[in-house]
């Protein structure tokens, strides 16, 4: 967040302020729109402790959450305290400005989005204020992520019961707000069932204690006076209708507010009516929760069943097993047999818990056999921990992977959770899914059987006027389904702006009604959250893709997976926020997002970033399109990793999207030196290679803090050595004495930049590794073949071939798109199916791969280059089978370079180290050198934060004779610039271990 008294200087929606008529109107309405907000700036910066901001990079990052909807809000608040909560709403409230919490902003029915002040819990109020084993309570601030209260809990045998799939970053005071529920909730209940006490704000400014029970009168405690007896009688008016309004028999009943828990004989209990209320009648500053005992061990049963509606009618009948989960999918999401899942058409994932590793698994081979005599046919049992964690992120990433349809289709939620009885949920289904036939949708159901609650995207149409239409009859007709069969609209995240208007149809209006009255009991004003719950917008108003560009915009790459819409590929982000994890779990290979992890800021999530973009292509809060300073100060931060590809669950680009921003970011301009020094790298490096020794010698003196001024490197870092003799220069030496065999299958060994000029000695030890695999490496030569005989030129004079890496995550794509059709007519006539590419450097070959066909999308010579690209592991896998690598039995550490992890895959990789006798896992996360971004002047600091994240750890801790590897010249040079152990790459090891030949020098 930027400084507290900072504003948005632009225009709000970029209109001419100078002008008249129409045009003058508006520009005089955005002066005082913006006039009003620095105001309001100023009065929180002055009321506040805590940050505040009305910068339009902060409101942009606010505009939305997990769901369809998009507002603006006038400013953001960071509260330190609930002292600075109480003095944010007194402003709020003194200027008839709304107030919206905010926590982990994950919510999927729009309630965590809205007008006036956003209040952000997740920066400052994040404390955990006591956790008592012996009474299995905790003590917490809105803003503390449920796996940091489970990772506290844990010591002592105790979590916290429910765990919604956005575990690693969603609050307390989110799951409160919503009643969130998660897979274990047929054990451990909902949020409600498992909250203790609340202290709340309201907007008024009185302060709420929410617990259970009455004083002597019968009058709720904890409360001022006018609530304590509004609330006193509103109950004791509508105790009739409180106690036959509500369905019955449905353990997912989330939607509206709980008034029957104010009842005498549900114990008066206030905590548990104003959980779920969706911060629409407090600000909630602190809540008391209850812990559960967490069994000592777990095992996971999958069940397979031949179709959906089978496993759904098997559910409720495993229930009488007391398992701890019940979750189901059906394979349209996951694919036939996919990740080891039993062969079925839908599965359920049963979670069984004991004293031992033994007695889950006894039990859960119990719950298998009664399961197969009533129908399951066929099972997998895993007790092993990791195996588990496997399985279990399939069904947590649904709910991004569920965003596309298997053709590429956008799909949305919006009816994301209804809930029905349990043994309801096969009829249900099958209900449902003539529904969506009858209004020509598709969605994929998964979700918690067990509690008869689904999880469902859809492919509404939300960019058309008929598609919305649509959206909404559709809405309206399963409203009606979901009430026939007894069920709840909500059966998990709420109702927000997504099902609020159709609380008529499941409650009526005279209990609709009562909801009214205890908000208007609770917020006369009505500030807090206005249209969420109680008198609510439209479910189709206020979509978050109304403001988007109705035409194509022209970009560089060719987004293949978005048939070339760079909007739709803007628009994957749905707001999960799997980017925002803080902290890698154990045994994780996750890299996404390390610049957030590293500073754990919104805009320096994939998220955030993605939402910039967002804003920029709407250009209502963000104005100046491609020239946004926003979003280039959010995407500086961006490492180019590219762990958003492959983790995130919908497939996030943000490397290829920042390079597409600064591609147009900096046409015509000048660009910061670094793109000139290291985004040009591969030409600087031909040009000084005659002059290394020199030049490696002046890096050692004063003069190259200058050089690193003027090329914009970090002062912090050396500059690494050149190379005496270039892996080319070695390589045709090698050959004219006559070294390199003549026989074996032909690849083309890739010199990219890195190991010609930088690190010779990998190049060798692979060609040394490939010949001892009976393969026969072959240089491409430096330019493409001759159209007509002519003279040659020297060699010196041949421009270099090159993957484009560098001049592509500086955004320069016109010479990227140049370099890279050189490339492809040299590598074109060379590599086929049985002679592929071996590229060693794993950015390169990622480049290579990826963004060479995207950027060069009308070439389909890019497309078969591509193809052919194998990594080293992969050549010897697929090449020579056969070849017995040397035994080195040693463990090995370090990290799986983050572009391998993302575009490349590791599995061959885990297989030859396996063979070679390297024992052990290598860590997640990304080393934070990355290519140019750890060497840029303004890096350092958060390059080192993405180190200490993982990789350093992991070498520090590992034994003296572990086997340090790092296949990424980036990951050698942190860890050799940073102090560490040296990191070797796989080919080095191997090699060594083969014995030096005399071709190897």
């Known amino acids: ?126 404390r955990i204020v006591a956790l008592d084993p012996e009474a299995r309570t905790a003590v917490v601030q809105p803003g503390v992520v449920l796996d940091d209260l489970r990772a506290a809990a844990a010591p002592h045998g105790l979590t916290f019961g429910p765990d919604p799939s956005t575990h690693s970053r969603c609050t307390l005071g989110g799951m409160i707000g919503n009643n969130s ?25 009185e302060a709420v204690r929410a617990g259970r029970g009455t004083d002597p009168e019968g009058r709720p405690t904890g409360l001022p006076p006018r609530l304590r007896d509004g609330v006193q009688a509103l109950v004791g008016r509508e105790l009739a209708l409180l106690r036959t309004g509500y369905p019955t028999g449905l353990p997912r009943r989330i939607s509206g507010y709980a008034l029957d828990a104010l009842l005498p004989e549900a114990g008066t209990d206030l905590a548990r009516a104003l959980t779920g209320s969706e911060g629409t009648l407090g600000v909630v500053t602190e809540a008391a929760v209850r812990l559960v005992e967490t069994p000592a061990a777990r095992a996971l049963a999958v069940l397979a069943y031949p179709d959906e509606s089978a496993a759904a009618e098997a559910a409720h009948t495993l229930l009488p097993h007391r398992p701890l989960t019940v979750e189901g999918m059906a394979a349209d999401l996951v694919g036939k047999g996919a990740a080891g899942l039993p062969d079925g058409g839908a599965w359920l994932f049963v979670e069984m818990g004991g004293a031992s590793r033994a007695e889950a698994a006894a039990r859960a081979e119990a719950l298998c056999r009664a399961a197969t005599a009533d129908g399951a046919t066929g099972h997998a049992l895993v007790a092993d921990p990791a195996g588990q964690r496997a399985l279990w992120r399939i069904r947590e990433d649904a709910s991004g992977t569920a965003t596309r349809m298997p053709d590429g289709t956008e799909a949305w939620p919006g009816w994301e959770d209804c809930a029905v009885p349990p043994a309801r949920l096969g009829p249900y289904l099958r209900d449902f899914r003539a529904l ?56 998990e995240h709420g109702d927000g702006q997504a099902r609020a208007e159709l609380l008529p149809a499941m409650y009526g209006d005279e209990l609709v009604g009562l909801f009214g009255a205890f908000k208007d009991l609770w917020d006369p004003a ?53 980017c925002r994890t803080e902290k890698l779990g154990s045994g994780s290979s996750d890299v996404m997002c390390p610049s957030y992890r590293a500073t754990g800021e919104e805009r320096h999530s994939t998220r955030g970033r993605a939402r910039l973009l967002h804003e920029m292509l709407a250009g209502e809060v963000i104005t100046d399109g491609w020239r946004s300073p926003e979003v280039r100060d959010a995407l500086d931060l961006c490492l180019s990793c590219k762990g958003c590809r492959s983790d995130c669950p919908v497939g996030v680009d943000m490397a290829t999207y920042k390079a597409e921003f600064l591609h147009h970011h900096y046409a015509g301009r000048i660009r910061p030196a670094a793109h000139y020094a290291m985004g040009r790298l591969p030409q600087w490096l031909r040009a000084a290679a005659p002059a290394a020794p020199l030049l490696n010698a002046l890096a050692r003196t ?39 065999p003549t026989g074996g299958r032909t690849v083309v060994l890739w010199p990219d930049t890195f190991t010609d000029h930088l690190s010779p000695e990998v190049g060798r030890a692979a060609v040394r590794v490939l010949e001892a695999a009976g393969l026969r490496p072959l240089l491409p030569p430096t330019a493409p073949p001759a159209k007509r005989p002519s003279f040659p030129l020297p060699r010196l004079h041949r421009p270099g071939l090159c993957c484009g890496l560098t001049y592509v995550s500086t955004g320069q794509l016109t010479q990227a798109r140049a370099v890279m059709r050189r490339t492809v007519e040299v590598l074109g006539p060379l590599v086929r199916p049985d002679r592929p590419l071996v590229v060693l450097e794993p950015s390169c070959a990622a480049a290579l791969r990826t963004d060479l066909p995207e950027l060069l999308f009308d ?56 063979r070679a006798g390297l024992t052990g896992d290598l860590s997640g996360g990304c ?33 003296p004779h572990t086997e340090i590897l790092a296949d990424g010249f980036s990951c050698r040079t942190q860890l050799a610039q940073l102090g560490e152990r040296r990191g070797r790459h796989l080919a080095e090891v191997l090699a060594e271990a083969l014995g030096e030949g005399p071709e190897s020098g």
């Not at 998660?182 to 907007?203: F, I, K, M, Q, R």
């Not at 690193?708 to 090698?734: S, V």
């Open 1 to 126: 967040m930027a400084d507290r008294t900072e504003t948005d200087k632009r225009n709000g929606d970029g209109s001419d302020t100078s002008g008249s008529g129409t045009g003058g109107r508006r520009g005089r309405a955005t002066d005082r729109a913006a006039a009003a907000r620095a105001d309001l700036a100023r009065a929180l910066a002055a009321a506040v402790r805590g940050e505040v901001s009305a910068t339009a990079g902060d409101r942009a990052l606010m505009t939305m959450d997990a769901s369809n909807y998009r507002r603006v809000p006038d400013a953001v608040v960071a509260p330190r305290d609930a002292e600075d909560v109480a003095a944010a709403l007194r402003v709020c409230r003194e200027r008839g400005v709304p107030v919206v919490p905010r926590g982990g902003g994950t919510s999927i029915a729009g309630q965590a989005t809205g007008t006036g002040v956003v209040l952000d819990f997740t920066r400052h109020m994040r």
């Open 181 to 205: 529920c998660g897979s274990h909730s047929v054990a451990w209940g909902t949020t409600a069932d498992n909250v203790h006490a609340l202290d709340l704000l309201t907007y008024g400014g």
């Open 436 to 491: 969506l036939a009858q209004h020509g949708l598709r969605g994929t159901p998964y979700g918690h059987f067990g509690d008869g609650c689904i999880h469902v995207r859809i492919d509404f149409d939300l960019l058309t006027p008929p598609g919305v239409r649509r959206f909404r009859g559709f809405s309206t007709d399963l409203a009606a389904l979901v009430v026939a069969h007894g069920g709840s609209l909500s059966g």
């Open 526 to 578: 009505g500030g807090l959250n206005p249209g969420m719950l109680v008198r609510p917008a439209r479910l189709d108003d206020n979509l978050r893709f109304a403001p988007l560009p109705k035409g194509p915009v022209p970009v560089e790459f060719g987004y293949p997976h978005d048939h070339g819409d760079f909007p739709a590929a803007v628009r994957r982000c749905v707001g999960v926020a799997k």
């Open 702 to 740: 004063p003069l190259a803090a200058v050089a690193k001024r003027l090329a914009g490197i970090a002062p912090e870092r050396e500059i690494p050595a050149l190379a005496g003799e270039t892996f080319r220069r070695w390589w045709w030496r090698r050959r004219a004495a006559g070294g390199a």
């Open 859 to 914: 070439d389909p010579r890019a497309a078969r280059l591509a193809a052919s690209v194998r990594t080293f592991a992969e050549v010897l896998e697929e090449l020579a089978p056969d070849w017995t690598p040397p035994r080195l039995d040693r463990p090995v550490a370090g990290q799986t370079h983050c572009h391998q992890h993302a575009v490349l895959g590791d599995a061959a990789d885990r297989r030859l180290r396996e």
């Open 927 to 959: 080393c934070g050198l990355a290519g140019n971004f750890g060497f840029e002047r303004g890096h350092y600091d958060v390059s080192v934060a993405c180190a200490e994240d993982q990789l350093l750890p992991a070498v520090r801790e590992a034994p």
